[in-house]
């Protein structure tokens, strides 16, 4: 598949192209399309597309705009192959919509990574903080402790999309991953990777009861094989969820959580769902002035020490509660967001729970 952003026009786009021409139905369904089939075979790829960054609002009719909390293509555009029907038959997806999609495969890592164009996003730019997991110190030695223990260790993608960086764990040896997603498309491009990978994976789908398709199942069985549980629902939730997964001991220790949703993932910070038996990390990503990078990062600092003692004082008691530490390990600067602006990854180490 070759996707195109509307920069890559050295001339005209293909709207321009076709709007250039008197007869716009007719070059579009000759001249153009010739075109693009000489592109296909020259450059032996069967699908071609334009797109632009994922907006951060979508247009309704009636109700005027609202958040694009789904993270969808929204300007996605498709000029040649079959990239699958434009609309969906029901809501919620179903097996038959999924099926009806067109796939892609990326490899990275020697990990495959799978989504539907039309429905999401793919990010290149992150491709350095996935390399990064895996061989991250905090990470291996989470590992570690938990062979040598015979426990294992999780980690917790509260935006977890087609499996960016749950996959960087998994590969790096960490034995469960749970990740929460609002897109359907993106859980089934995760699953789908997953079993590409070859790690056993569950879908638990909003509410009870066992749901249709390969590899989807109720939230009272996600198997106790699955390296990967995917939870398409928000990620308010997960505190309950990995409560109820402890409370039954089919949950290792959780010593990794990843919050990477853009512009911010403030909203997450107050999920709380490392052991506190064990030093843990969260990796916050987040977007800063380049000249504020270490002044914010110490704000967040703070406000997750904060969360970390409303927290502590909850299920110790205000008057007898201990503390965890609250520290930056590492600044990551990923990548240009805009102009004087870093997409940024905060490792934050909170240290095991300290009684006094």
């Known amino acids: 598949m070759l996707l195109l952003s509307p920069s890559a026009y050295a001339i005209a786009t ?35 597309a334009t797109t632009k960054p994922i907006p951060p609002s979508q247009r ?24 699958g029907p434009p609309t969906c038959t029901a809501n919620p997806l179903t097996a038959e919509d999924f099926s009806a999609a067109y796939w892609v495969t990326a490899k990275q890592n020697h990990i495959y990574q799978t989504w539907s164009p039309r429905w999401t996003m793919f990010s290149r730019g992150n491709i350095t903080e996935k390399t990064r997991l895996l061989s991250l110190p905090s990470v291996l030695s989470a590992v570690a402790d938990g062979e040598e223990e015979g426990k294992g260790c999780a980690a917790v993608d509260l935006y977890v999309g087609i499996g960016y960086f749950a996959f960087s764990y998994l590969k790096a040896g960490v034995e469960v991953v749970m990740g929460w997603d609002l897109n359907a498309w993106s859980v089934e491009g995760a699953r789908k ?40 629902e928000d990620n308010t939730r997960a505190g309950s969820r990995i409560e109820q997964m402890r409370a039954c001991g089919a949950l290792p220790p959780v010593r990794h ?16 769902v490392l052991d506190e038996g064990y030093d843990g990390w969260l990796h916050v990503h987040e977007n800063f002035a380049v000249v504020e990078i270490a002044q ?10 904060r969360l970390a003692d409303e927290t502590t004082a909850r299920k110790h008691g205000p008057e007898t509660a201990g503390r965890r530490l609250v520290k ?19 490792d ?5 729970y300290l009684p006094w």
């Open 14 to 48: 293909p709207a321009e192209l076709q709007g250039s021409r008197q007869s716009k139905d007719d070059w579009a369904s000759t001249e153009i399309n010739h075109l693009y089939t000489l592109i296909a075979r020259e450059m032996k790829i069967t699908h071609i």
């Open 60 to 83: 309704h009719e009636t109700n005027g705009p609202s958040d694009n909390i789904l993270r969808a293509p929204l300007d996605f555009t498709p000029l040649y192959g079959d990239f």
């Open 193 to 232: 990777g997953a079993a590409a990978n070859g790690w056993e994976v569950v879908v638990v789908e909003q509410g009870a009861g066992e749901m249709t398709g390969a590899g989807r199942r109720s939230d009272q069985d996600v198997g106790e094989d699955a390296r990967l549980i995917l939870f398409n």
């Open 257 to 272: 959580v990843n919050c990477g949703l853009l512009p911010t993932s403030a909203g997450s910070w107050k999920v709380d």
């Open 296 to 305: 914010k990062a110490d704000e967040v600092r703070g406000k997750i020490q």
């Open 328 to 346: 930056v390990d590492f600044v990551n600067r990923l990548k240009s967001y805009a102009p004087g602006v870093m997409h940024c990854v905060l």
């Open 348 to 352: 934050i180490s909170i240290s095991k």
